[in-house]
Every structure is written in structure tokens, then in C-alpha cells.
């Protein structure tokens, strides 16, 4: 057994101990990359489908084979090899943007599942790097290619000097890794309450000017009928 592996079975059996549901259970293994390569719209969607017999356990990519193993044993089931046709597992990145190429053009923005980029229209984005899951959806969106990714390592400042500290090493990685996935699963919640949000003033906004618009046109139907009808008395009153 690797210490990666026992990590993420240490998380899933905090979120057990902690009472929380299946579907949380496993999201606690999950790495919150919300990358979406599972086919599913991010970890915790992944997690609910597993609940729901909708996916198997070896769908997530950024998990690698450890976290397919850590989910068979937190389920009590056979473990699978990491189905490779979702990607193949790479070591943890972050995005970086060359700042004299970038154009300002916010599409990366959108495409962030944890709001990680902060700038606006026409002026010249980052990324906030400790915010960055490393989920590549930016790349591909980018039309003037401007952004890399690059590796990053979490622990790097964990050192392990002997085997006599390996608990603490353990427990310190675990702990950090913990609060990694805290912090982009919040991220991502809030970023979905947002996108849900602004749909919900966008639809209001629509419909109270749909109903505007339906209230000028009886309006103007009625002035319309008004001074057609005024025409005719004075037609008429003519022929007299
Ligand atoms: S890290 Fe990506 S592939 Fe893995 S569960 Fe989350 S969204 Fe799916
Ligand atoms: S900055 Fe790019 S790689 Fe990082 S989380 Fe956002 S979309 Fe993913
Ligand atoms: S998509 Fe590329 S060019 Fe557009 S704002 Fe993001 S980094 Fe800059």
C-alpha cells in the first residue's frame, strides 16, 4: 500500500466518521479538480452517479489508480483499473498565463469550474495559483494559446527524513490535502451557485421585459383603436 492511497481511504473514512452521506463519502476521496473527465459535470455529480449505479469507480483520471483503489475499499467492493478511455493520470498542475500574449478576452474566466482567474474584459487575466485545480478546461478555450500549465507540488515543503516520521509526515500531507479539497469543492459549490444565479436574474430580467413589451404593445393597440375610431366620427360627421 502507498501513502497516496492510504491518504485518500484516511479522507473517505473522516467523512464516515463525520456522519456524512455515502455521496460525500466518496466525494471526500475524489480530488475536486472538477474537471469534468469522468463525464460527469464535476466530482460531486461523479459521486452522486456512483451512488446511483450510474458510474463505475474508475472514472476519474486526476484520482489515478490510488483513488480507484481507496474507492473499491471505502465501498466494500472489488477494485478495477483506471479506465484510461476518461484520460490518463498526470501529475498535479497549475495554469500560467504568458501576460504579454493574453488579449483580455475572459473566456477562460467562464470556463474556470472555481473562479481561480481574476481580471476583466480587455484587460490582462491570472490565475490565482493556490485556487488552481490544475483541470485544463482554460487551455482549449484560450484563442490566442497564451496559457501553460505547469507542475506543482503541495508538499514539497513536507520533508520526510526518516522513517520515525512518517506518521507526522502523514498526518501533515493529510490535513494538507484535506484543506486543498475544501477549498476547491467551496469554490466550485459557490461558482455553481453563481452561474445558477445570474440564469435565475437573467430568466427575470427577460420575462419582466417580455411582459413590458406585451403591456406597450396593448397600450399602443389601444391608442391605435382610439384615433381610428376618432377618424370615423370625424368621417362621419362630415357626411352629415
Ligand atoms: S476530478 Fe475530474 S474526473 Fe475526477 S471526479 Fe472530479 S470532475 Fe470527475
Ligand atoms: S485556472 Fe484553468 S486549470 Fe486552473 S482551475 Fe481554472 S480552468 Fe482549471
Ligand atoms: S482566454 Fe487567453 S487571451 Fe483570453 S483572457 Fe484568458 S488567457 Fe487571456
Known amino acids: 500500500m502507498n501513502e497516496n492511497y492510504l491518504i485518500l481511504l484516511g479522507l473517505g473514512s473522516e467523512a464516515k466518521s463525520e456522519g456524512k452521506s455515502l455521496a ?15 463525464d460527469f459535470d464535476g466530482c460531486k455529480p461523479y459521486s452522486e452517479a456512483i451512488v446511483g449505479g450510474e458510474a463505475e469507480i474508475n472514472q476519474c483520471p486526476p484520482g489515478g489508480q490510488d483513488g480507484v483503489d481507496a474507492l473499491a475499499e471505502l465501498l466494500g467492493r472489488p477494485t478495477l483499473p483506471l479506465n484510461e478511455s476518461h484520460g490518463k493520470t498526470k ?19 467562464k470556463a474556470c469550474p472555481v473562479d481561480a482567474f481574476v481580471g476583466s474584459s480587455k484587460v490582462m487575466t491570472q490565475v490565482i495559483a493556490k485556487e ?30 526518516n522513517s520515525a516520521q512518517f506518521d507526522s509526515t502523514h498526518n501533515q500531507k493529510q490535513i494538507l490535502e484535506r484543506a486543498i479539497r475544501d477549498n476547491s469543492r467551496e469554490r466550485y459549490q459557490f461558482h455553481q451557485e453563481r452561474i445558477e444565479r445570474d440564469k435565475r436574474e437573467r430568466d427575470e430580467l427577460l420575462k419582466s421585459r417580455a411582459i413590458a413589451l406585451k403591456e406597450k404593445m396593448a397600450k399602443d ?18 357626411k352629415k
Open 91 to 109: 501529475p498535479r498542475r497549475v495554469a500560467v498565463v504568458d501576460e504579454e500574449v493574453c488579449i483580455g478576452c475572459t473566456l477562460c474566466i
Open 24 to 38: 460525500e463519502q466518496i466525494d471526500a476521496v475524489l480530488p475536486q479538480t472538477q474537471c469534468t473527465q469522468c
Open 221 to 238: 393597440k389601444a391608442q391605435k383603436e382610439k384615433i381610428e375610431a376618432a377618424m370615423l366620427r370625424v368621417k362621419n360627421s362630415k
Open 132 to 161: 488552481c485545480t490544475g483541470c485544463d478546461l482554460c487551455v482549449p478555450v484560450c484563442p490566442v494559446d497564451c496559457i501553460d500549465m505547469i507542475e506543482s507540488d503541495p508538499f514539497a515543503n513536507i520533508l520526510q527524513n
